[in-house]
């Protein structure tokens, strides 16, 4: 069972909105939000095409009068365009006006990434304006996709739809009535930024999502969700008005935590899970460690044996030492948020069914990161190769921009 911790604490000085998930008492997952930089990732704005740049199939689009964003020529292929344009087959030029949403956070350096397929989500479903077909999480049984196939028969066969629709996992524990309400919502949403929004004027913000701390209690998996937990009165409030209009039934998960003389960072230890985001080097129970490193093309995950002493055959060794590796470098993947291709590489191991079990066992940990993964390959010299989806920026990249501030003060 997992639990979310939702509080405020200073980091190099500075107020921090810190969101943080756990199972079996261990941090799995860690969000931190300084309160003067606010993130635009989900939002929605009119953006003003500047360049296109035909070489690397990209236009670069303004959102704000400061602010510019990366949008793939095939990503805006599906853009709703302001008044005065339809969508066509003409190629993007600037000047031209168009609704985009952010879709991957600023990152080493580079520009937020844009898309034109606006994505509207709530706790059971996505309505989508550029993929208008209709979806069903992989994760829902065979059982519940018949069933929630069958309560959006009449969209499923709408000729000419003007959005797309995807059922996510947590629509499996709904009542019919809940997803027809939420969907009512989505669509009232949509009404208001994908089609009055094409009058607003360029740079426009037309949509902004829910708190982040929100977004979590939304996006994380209810049946396995124990508790929500905050320290802070007005976060108390929001969550529960939150849960009281979408999903009432789970009220009763919601505690203020009111002990003045143990901070609630201080119980759950946030300041030790940060510090070990700081370190590149990561320590197993059998004694070995994990060493993690992120150039600028990939991460870099090395297992090593360490102080293990096992009593066992060598290989039987290696073995139990990777298995160990495989179930925390999952956790480290999610705890430093580490996104794009991963690169592994696990002790060597002669026997074939020892690197499929290893392969698997890898894969089954992947399963549980909401962010979504894919385990490639061992190649014959055992390097996993592996990517995870880019939305957020790596946790470090937070820390080191407030330690910068921090020192500017």
């Known amino acids: 069972m997992s639990k979310l911790i939702i509080t405020r604490m200073e980091i190099s000085g500075i107020?921090?909105?810190?969101?943080?998930?756990?199972?079996?008492?261990?941090?799995?997952?860690l969000q931190l939000e300084p309160e003067n930089r606010k993130s635009i990732l989900d939002n929605i704005y009119v953006g003003q095409v500047e360049n296109v740049a035909a070489n690397i199939q990209a236009a670069f689009v303004r959102i704000a009068p400061d602010v510019r964003g990366y949008l793939s020529l095939e990503e805006g292929k599906t853009a709703i365009f302001s008044a005065g344009r339809t969508a066509d087959n003409h190629p993007l030029k600037p000047g031209d006006e168009l609704l985009v949403q952010v879709?991957?956070?600023?990152?080493?350096?580079?520009?937020?990434?844009?898309?034109?397929?606006?994505?509207?989500?709530?706790?059971?479903?996505?309505?989508?304006?550029?993929?208008?077909?209709?979806?069903?999480?992989?994760?829902?049984s065979v059982e519940d996709r018949k069933r929630l196939s069958g309560w959006f028969e009449d969209e499923i066969q709408k000729p000419d739809k003007e959005y797309g629709l995807i059922v996510r996992t947590n629509a499996a524990e709904a009542e019919k009535e809940e997803l027809e309400r939420e969907f009512k919502h989505l669509r009232e949403t949509y009404q208001k930024v994908a089609v009055n929004g094409r009058s607003r004027t360029c740079c426009s913000l037309l949509y902004q999502p829910e708190p982040e701390y929100i977004r979590r209690i939304r996006d994380t998996y209810s049946q396995k969700l124990e508790e929500i937990v905050t320290d802070?009165?007005?976060?108390?409030?929001?969550?529960?008005?939150?849960?009281?209009g979408s999903s009432p039934q789970e009220l009763s998960k919601v505690r203020m935590y009111t002990d003045k003389l143990l901070p609630l960072y201080k119980l759950y230890r946030i300041e030790s899970a940060i510090d070990?985001?700081?370190?590149?080097k990561v320590w197993l129970n059998s004694g070995g460690f994990l060493v993690i490193q992120q150039t600028e093309a990939f991460v870099s995950i090395d297992v090593n044996t360490g102080k293990f002493t096992g009593k066992k055959k060598v290989q039987e060794t290696y073995r139990k030492i990777n298995l160990e590796a495989a179930q925390e470098i999952a956790r480290q993947l999610r705890l430093r948020n580490l996104s794009g291709i991963i690169l592994i590489d696990f002790?060597?191991?002669?026997?074939?069914?020892?690197?499929?079990?290893?392969?698997?066992v890898l894969k089954k940990h992947l399963k549980k990161d909401s962010v979504r993964c894919r385990a490639v390959d061992i190649t014959p010299l055992n390097?996993?190769?592996m990517t995870r989806k880019k939305v957020r920026r790596p946790v470090i990249e937070d820390?080191?921009?407030?330690?910068?501030?921090?020192?500017?003060?």
């Open 15 to 29: 107020s921090c909105s810190v969101c943080i998930l756990t199972e079996d008492q261990k941090i799995m997952e």
């Open 103 to 140: 879709s991957r956070d600023a990152m080493k350096g580079k520009l937020p990434a844009l898309s034109g397929n606006l994505n509207f989500t709530g706790k059971y479903l996505v309505l989508t304006t550029g993929d208008k077909k209709f979806g069903l999480s992989k994760k829902l």
């Open 232 to 244: 802070i009165p007005e976060y108390y409030q929001q969550i529960y008005a939150y849960l009281e």
């Open 276 to 280: 070990e985001i700081w370190h590149e």
């Open 347 to 360: 002790i060597n191991m002669e026997n074939p069914d020892h690197i499929d079990e290893l392969f698997h």
């Open 383 to 385: 390097i996993l190769e």
């Open 399 to 409: 820390l080191m921009d407030l330690q910068k501030a921090e020192k500017s003060l």
